[in-house]
């Protein structure tokens, strides 16, 4: 089985800063998909960056990027120039190739003061 | 397009009752997943559901959960009998096809269940 691990329960950022939130996971699957997902308040659930494990490119979204380091398992997410609308819990997530299942961590409090 | 709907975003049931979550998949999506969020924890997955068929549910708790997605309508979540540990948010997801990772869910805003 799979297991996702944010070790941050909370972090905070000073506005217009970077701010890089950690993820690991555990898997035996050679293919996968990792995932970042934002909730703010009103707790919807929002895709904020992919990453093909097969693909060494970090993948890169605007402000978002991540840092994929397949060998260690670490699939971190950087923000940058951070903005008020980006206090969110964030979600770390896998899913193996084929999989239908998504395995989420148990997500890092992001606050962005101003 | 009005993506995934949720209702009712808040619903509170004392011990005993039974709790119905309604879950309307994206225009032209065919395939629901049914994730449950408790207090401080991430989600969960509990079922994957086609039109008319249960495809996985190795989430769902064994007694009192089941789901539904019937050929017309939204795809149901029932809880029966609820219990205080029920108290969760409950989100609806759907795809086009079945998600593999190379497409991606698309979530609803989530039905918050609270039990008295």
């Known amino acids: 089985a799979q297991t996702v691990t944010q070790s941050q329960p909370e972090m905070s950022v000073q506005e217009a800063e970077t701010v890089t939130l950690s993820c690991t996971y555990d898997?035996?699957?050679?293919?996968?998909?990792l995932f970042w997902y934002k909730q703010p308040p009103s707790r919807q659930m929002i895709l904020v960056i992919r990453?093909?494990?097969?693909?060494?490119q970090n993948a890169t979204e605007n402000r978002f990027s991540v840092n994929f380091q397949k060998a260690a398992k670490s699939f971190s997410l950087k923000i940058s120039d951070s903005q008020l609308g980006d206090t969110a819990m964030y979600f770390c997530a896998f899913s193996g190739a084929g999989s239908y299942q998504l395995t989420f961590g148990k997500g890092t409090k992001l606050s962005v003061i101003p | 397009n009005a993506g995934v709907m949720q209702n009712p975003r808040h619903l509170v049931r004392r011990r005993g009752q039974e709790a119905r979550l309604r879950c309307s998949p994206m225009k032209g999506h065919s395939h629901v997943y049914w994730y449950r969020q408790l207090p401080e924890e991430g989600l969960k997955f509990m079922v994957y559901l086609q039109k008319e068929n249960i495809i996985d549910e190795s989430g769902m708790p064994k007694e009192r959960f089941s789901a539904e997605f019937p050929k017309e309508g939204p795809s149901i979540l029932r809880i029966q009998q609820v219990v205080r540990g029920d108290s969760a948010a409950y989100f609806c997801?759907?795809?086009?096809?079945?998600?593999?990772?190379?497409?991606?869910?698309?979530f609803g805003a989530g039905s918050r269940l609270t039990v008295l």
């Open positions: 997801a759907s795809s086009p096809l079945g998600f593999s990772g190379a497409n991606v869910l698309t």
């Open positions: 990453q093909e494990a097969y693909k060494q």
């Open positions: 898997t035996s699957e050679s293919n996968y998909y």
